[in-house]
């Protein structure tokens, strides 16, 4: 079940879309494929959480992993209905009704947009998955023969030990100190049982102070977090840049 800090909205920010919002594997999906010049062999599929594919910055994350040379897509898995707390005194009782409607374990998407960057000749693939996302990830991150290279969880929700036991690619997980999904004593879990697999490549790390969510739902106007969140998103590119460069 999600936590109150998963319903929590980000404070306000702005971003000027470098990319275009087109259908991508019959999805809607906010699409950055870099310089128009560029072969793109690798791409990043970045799964929001529950308040969706546009909100400003997760765009701007996508606008910066394509900086760094990726084919990137945001893809609307909610299909036009992201959550958008009813009563913002409790959005932990509103999100409790959309939960149901959204199918985290759904993968019929994805693989679709799957499908379609490899048609393009895309060669390697990570995901990223903040809250909700990171379950769909998951999914993708276990199955026996992987349609992906790569996996990377931020502040994620929903996930099990068995799962994380399961991770079948190279797997970043990047944990805040603060938060109920995935509370200390479930982060040292993770970190025991990644320890466990040394034939999967994985990283475990929190960022102290940081609560659920921080990543894409950062407020700009405090700068400890704006500096954690970028911290935490040079993570991310360099785990691909090692593990998706072709």
């Not at 959550?83 to 149901?100: E, H, K, L, R, Y």
Request: net charge negative.
């Amino acid at each position: 079940m999600a936590s109150e800090a998963c319903c929590k909205p980000a404070p306000a920010a702005e971003h000027f879309d470098e990319g275009t919002t087109i259908k991508f594997g019959g999805l809607d999906a906010y699409v950055n494929p870099g310089l128009a010049t560029a072969i793109r062999t690798s791409a990043v599929i970045l799964i929001s959480d529950v308040f969706g594919y546009d909100k400003p910055l997760i765009r701007e994350l996508a606008d910066k992993t394509a900086a760094r040379g990726f084919f990137v897509v945001v893809p609307d898995l909610f299909h036009g209905d992201p959550f958008v707390p009813t009563d913002p005194q409790n959005p932990a009782g509103s999100i409790s009704a959309w939960m149901p409607k959204h199918d985290a374990t759904d993968l019929i998407g994805l693989k679709a947009v799957i499908k379609q960057l490899r048609e393009q000749g895309v060669k390697k693939i990570g995901v990223a998955g903040f809250c909700w996302g990171a379950k769909p990830a998951m999914g993708l991150a276990v199955e026996d023969e992987p349609l992906i290279d790569s996996a990377v969880f931020c502040h994620p929700s929903l996930l099990t030990d068995d799962e994380v036991r399961s991770i079948k690619v190279p797997a970043q997980f990047l944990l805040s100190e603060i938060d109920r999904q995935v509370p200390p004593e479930r982060a040292a879990a993770f970190k025991e049982i990644l320890a466990s697999k040394p034939e999967v490549e994985s990283f475990l790390k929190i960022f102290p102070g940081m609560e659920h969510g921080w990543a894409v739902r950062y407020d700009v106007n405090v700068p400890e977090q704006v500096k954690a969140a970028h911290e935490a998103h040079d993570d991310m590119l360099g785990w691909y840049k090692k593990h998706l460069t072709v």
